[in-house]
């Protein structure tokens, strides 16, 4: 795959307890519909500028392909100030590239790796 497609996801907020990692490694639609739910429920609900981040990876990246029919729903959910990220590892095992992701996903090296690393700057950690 090639790197030059590879985004940074959103920059760490300033206090690291501020951000969100969401979690989200299935396929199945209707999980996908409950964790677009909750982390639209976390924006609200959170204070202004918490930085929200949710990790695809797994069969979980069908949300950022389109192929779980919820495009218009991830789209509010960044336009609301989220930061959808999709698995390389995941997009290369399935011959993909960053081109078959809606816009605005941002692709990370590993999904599982980038949680780590949230989790180790002081990001909470959800999975819904």
Not at 4 to 10: E, F, S
Not at 25 to 40: F, G
């Amino acid at each position: 795959m090639d790197t030059a497609q590879h985004a940074t996801p959103a920059t760490p907020p300033a206090a690291a307890t501020d951000g969100v990692v969401v979690h989200l490694p299935e396929a199945d639609p209707a999980r996908h519909e409950a964790v677009l739910r909750n982390t639209a429920n976390l924006i609200r609900a959170l204070e202004p500028g918490a930085v929200i981040e949710l990790v695809t990876h797994g069969p979980g990246v069908e949300l950022c392909t389109g192929e779980s029919g919820l495009a218009a729903v991830l789209a509010d959910l960044q336009s609301a100030g989220a930061t959808v990220c999709a698995c390389a590892n995941t997009l290369a095992a399935r011959g993909l590239t960053a081109a078959a992701l809606l816009p605005g996903v941002t692709v990370v090296d590993s999904g599982v790796a980038h949680l780590v690393r949230r989790q180790r700057q002081g990001w909470s950690y959800l999975r819904p």
